[in-house]
């Protein structure tokens, strides 16, 4: 089930250049057992997983990109995530 929540780009940058912005989400379901958020990037609409946001997350920490997150968030999810382990 989509989520209609109406999400803009930040500034009018955005909506010219190359850049993708949450445009809803779709909730776990048969089809799609994971959440995953709608994005949009001009014309173009994809999905991307939450557990693809954790990859990149865990990833931007690892080169420095965003302060150390504590250990027991990454086990937590790791009991839910195979992928971070």
Known sequence: MKDNREVTPQSEAEKTDNWAYPDGVLVPSPEL?????????????????L????????????????????????????????VLR
Do not use: Y
Not at 68 to 79: F, P, R
């Open 33 to 49: 057992p994971q959440l995953h958020f709608v994005m949009k990037a001009r014309h173009h609409t994809f999905l991307l997983s």
């Open 51 to 82: 557990e693809n946001i954790l990859l990149c997350l865990q990833e931007a920490e690892r080169q420095g990109e965003v302060p150390t997150i504590e250990d027991i968030w990454w086990v937590t999810l790791q009991g839910k995530f195979d």
